[in-house]
């Protein structure tokens, strides 16, 4: 007869479930959280193209040189280069912030986790010594 | 296969329950007795901590416990259901619930009264009442449970393999009109629902995260100032009206995306039916862009409906029209993050636009080439054939993809999720019966696809019961109630009624018609095996060849389940098919472009109908191909690629081919038996029907000729409504036996059956009480007969 589910003891289950299952689900979340925020604020997509033109506004040089009309083009794309790197290096900080909040946070949570039996009892035998 | 529960993980936490039930509780408690602590001792913690150690301790060791309870109750199995075979032991595969129930001795009562959701849900919105339980052979049922069961044998799957394999319980849901499949269905809905909580709740998986869309995707993509002015932002509205779950369509979505994917020819032209869910794939294709789980290639883009009628009714001439297009594309080409959608496509392609109409395809056949352009254009059928198809060069450079109608238990799942949203707005429950009645009913009797029809019927159906009634439960009568507005057929008594009337059907035909019983009694059976759904055949409700002489009664038998079965005679749809002598005839059943089908649209406005195909064999062979797929399946599809269904129709040729065989075999003196299959011999070898053609009919019925007891009965029948009319007037006719010999006499023939009595009964009878009437010399009051002998008219 095939047995499907664990039979092991019940205390071997719960150092499974807390050190393995649950501590491993925390990780998870974590990845999740992290991968999450730096698809949300487009971190990469936005350094890829982080000295694009704003909003792909660019001004034509148009045929021929005539030397007044490349220096306004010259100048206003500059600008909205400019501009486009200023905007996105703001939502690339952002975005960097939280993410450190993300990972301190997740191994705060993990750690306080992993180790919360231990704490527990290292409370209960201080509070009562 | 094995089945012992003490075997089992859950026996083994048996146990243990002391300890892990009362968990939750103490947790609670001791979280309360920590803070208390914390407060109580907050300006001397010294003198606390003892306690605040020991509570702290207790909350986490109860907290800790809660949660290991929950785990252990879903434990992880090593192998999945599909790997069970004779060595495994069946009760590992139990639910937590499901080893609760089947622990105890009466199991198929704890199972029946469970307070599992699933077990509740069938009886509370399915309104079934509960049965008294009888003991099962738990085995049996356990194994039976496999058949649904997903990862575990869960309470539901033990009811359902309790309706399929219990006598009790089967016999109960027959009393109660229940089936095991609605038994099915609201297990899975109840797991359905319960899915999409368990899902929300884990808030921190990929996929709830991924909802939440992005930022800053469009900083490299330019504005569109001028497109905005004419559009909707599909994003925008996943925004703020959320996620709506689409049911069906998964082959139309993925093909869209992969045409959307392309470099070249990347634009889509969706044809369907209005109605069919053309507007549900949209938002589901949007919904799944604005969440990054489509193609890579589309994810974050701006799916945007170009409202071209607002276009239309800004510009005066198609020079302006022209200008402001180009404009508008040309934003979107150079965007490069925008897919355009077009609602009606075809209105804006005219060649010669009226007011208020435009022409596009000049602006837009330029930008169709540009891989970096990409519009999705939605039409149906109609407009397909009669305009884009038309236009080669427009067409070519879209990827046709067809939105098919959803099926009647996809429709019914749609409808399931659309009750939360139903019942808060009218305050009122949906039962489940009544979602039933709802897909049936709309099948049945409304014309339009699903799930329109059914979503429309739901919609006034709760408008009717919140306005009209103080009922707080939707129920098949409401249902019932407003079909029978919308059709004018008198549902809400049908339902025992047609019982009736099946089980009565014959006797009821007979009232009209005379003799024929094999006839009578083979559309009388089909009937019932039909309505009973015992039938495995996919085509229509019934299908009959009637074969025999002219005069018999074929036509009259049909009129006669007309008017029993539909309602109505007005209810039959009649084809003289001689008028269908050549292969160009098809066009006329099923239609061109240019106009509708006879037979087609006939159908699709009143799917619950009887067809009659008078005098099939003077019809031409292509045309009885047609009818081949039609038999067989249940369905055509015509001109404009629309599928018609025939499922709920019933269908019956009539045929006198073989009229002169059938004359002389009688005056030979051979039986009934004799004739038909020197009949069929005869349509066969003659090359009038194919064997596969008369094989598709449920029956082939001979119509027997009619003796001369037969037509006095005739005569009877036919005399007594001309009775009925006199009676209207105040003229009491009376019936003698023998004016009734007298018109057997003269109309007797059996080449034309009952037809020629009714020209006798029209030149000797009626005429001349039509001129007695017309003079004033048959008042009211007056009793009237006619003399057989000279047919003078003797008044008292």
Known sequence: MIESSSKTPLFFKWLHWHFIECSGGILKAWGNFLSFNFNYFSILDLLKSLFSHWKKDKVSYGKGFSPLNWLNAFLSNMISRVLGAFVRIIVIVFGLFFEMVFLFLGLFLFLLWFFLPFLALVFLYFSLV | ?796
């Open chain 2, 1 to 796: 296969m094995i089945f012992n529960l003490k075997k089992t993980a859950f026996w083994q936490l048996r146990r243990w329950s002391f300890l892990f039930k009362p968990a939750k509780l103490f947790c609670f408690f001791f979280l309360i007795f920590s803070l208390i602590s914390v407060c109580f001792f907050y300006n001397s913690l010294e003198k606390g901590e003892p306690f605040l150690g020991v509570f702290f301790f207790l909350f986490w060791f109860f907290l800790e416990l809660h949660l290991f309870y929950r785990f252990l109750k879903k434990p992880k199995l090593k192998h999945s259901l599909k790997e069970i075979n004779d060595k495994f032991n069946l009760a590992s595969f139990l639910s937590f619930d499901s080893f609760l129930i089947l622990k105890k001795k009466k199991w198929v009562s704890h199972l029946i009264n469970s307070s599992s959701k699933e077990v509740r849900m069938v009886f509370s919105r399915g309104q079934l009442k509960k049965p008294k339980a009888k003991q099962e052979n738990i085995e049996k049922i356990v194994e039976g449970a496999l058949e649904t069961a997903e990862q575990r044998i869960t309470p539901g799957d033990l009811l359902i393999s309790l309706a399929e394999q219990s006598s009790f319980f089967k016999e109960h849901l027959i009393k109660e009109d229940f089936r095991k499949e609605d038994i099915e269905n609201l297990v899975f809905w109840c797991r359905r629902i319960g899915k999409r909580k368990e899902s929300k709740k884990k808030w921190w998986e990929k996929e709830n995260l991924l909802n939440r869309g992005s930022l800053a995707k469009d900083f490299a993509s330019s504005f569109t100032i001028n497109l905005d002015k004419y559009c909707l932002d599909l994003r925008e509205k996943v925004k703020k009206r959320g996620f709506r779950e689409v049911v069906g369509h998964e082959k139309e979505l993925k093909q869209i995306e992969s045409i959307l994917e392309k470099e070249e020819k990347n634009n889509v032209l969706l044809v369907g039916e209005p109605g069919v869910g053309r507007g549900s794939i949209i938002e589901e294709l949007s919904q799944r862009i604005f969440c990054g789980k489509s193609s890579p290639n589309l994810n974050y883009k701006r799916v945007l409906i170009f409202d071209l009628s607002v276009l239309a009714s800004k510009t005066t001439s198609q020079d302006e029209v022209e200008m402001e297009l180009e404009k508008c594309f040309l934003e979107s080409f150079e965007a490069g993050n925008v897919i355009l959608v077009t609602e009606d496509f075809h209105n804006f392609l005219s060649e010669n636009p009226s007011p208020g109409t435009i022409n596009i395809s000049g602006v837009l056949a330029k930008y169709l080439k540009l891989s970096q352009f990409r519009i999705i254009a939605i039409t149906d059928y109609q407009g397909f054939h009669s305009v884009i198809e038309r236009n080669s060069s427009l067409s070519g450079m879209f990827e046709k993809v067809e939105a098919s109608e959803i099926s009647e238990r996809e429709t019914l799942e749609l409808l399931e999720n659309l009750v939360p949203f139903f019942e808060a707005k009218h305050k009122r429950l949906i039962g489940y019966r009544a979602l039933r009645e709802i897909v049936n009913l709309s099948s049945r009797y409304l014309s339009i696809p699903f799930p329109e029809k059914s979503i429309r019927l739901l919609d006034e159906s709760m408008a009717y019961l919140s306005t009209n009634t103080k009922d707080k439960v939707l129920e098949p009568r409401h249902i019932k109630r407003v079909v029978s507005q919308k059709t004018e057929i008198p549902l809400e008594d049908l339902e025992g009624k047609e019982k009736e009337l099946l089980l009565n059907l014959e006797e009821k035909i007979h009232q009209r018609l005379i003799d024929q019983e094999e006839a009578v009694k083979s559309v009388s059976d089909a009937l019932r095996r039909a309505r009973a759904e015992v039938n495995l055949k996919s085509g229509p409700m019934g299908s009959f060849l009637f074969l025999g002489p002219t005069g018999v009664g074929k036509t009259e038998l049909s009129k006669t389940l007309a008017e029993i079965y539909f309602g109505a005679e007005t209810k039959m749809i009649r084809f003289d098919m001689s008028e269908f002598q050549h292969i160009d005839d098809i066009k006329r059943l099923i239609g061109t472009s240019k106009q509708e089908g006879l037979l087609t649209v006939k159908v699709r406005e009143d799917p619950f109908s009887l067809i009659l195909l008078d005098e099939l064999e003077k019809a031409h062979k292509d045309i009885l191909n047609l009818f081949l797929q039609v038999l067989d399946e249940g369905w055509l599809t015509d001109a404009l690629g629309r599928k018609v269904d025939f499922k709920n129709t019933i269908i019956i040729a009539t045929s006198n081919a073989g009229s002169a065989l059938i004359q002389e075999d009688l005056k030979k003196g051979k039986t009934s038996e004799e004739i038909k299959e020197h009949l069929f011999d005869f349509l066969i070898k003659q090359g009038i029907y194919r064997p596969e053609f008369i094989n598709r009919f449920d029956d082939v019925v001979y119509f027997k000729s009619l003796t001369k007891e037969d037509l006095m009965k005739i005569a009877h029948l036919m005399l007594k409504k001309l009775k009925t009319n006199l009676l209207d007037k105040g003229v009491k006719f009376e019936i003698t036996l023998q004016l009734k010999e007298k018109i057997v006499e003269l109309s007797y023939n059996p080449a034309f059956g009952a037809r020629e009595m009714k020209r006798v009964i029209q030149d000797e009878v009626e005429n001349v009480l039509a001129k007695e009437l017309l003079s004033g010399k048959l008042k009211r009051g007056i009793n009237v007969k006619v003399d057989p002998k000279n047919f003078n008219l003797l008044t008292w």
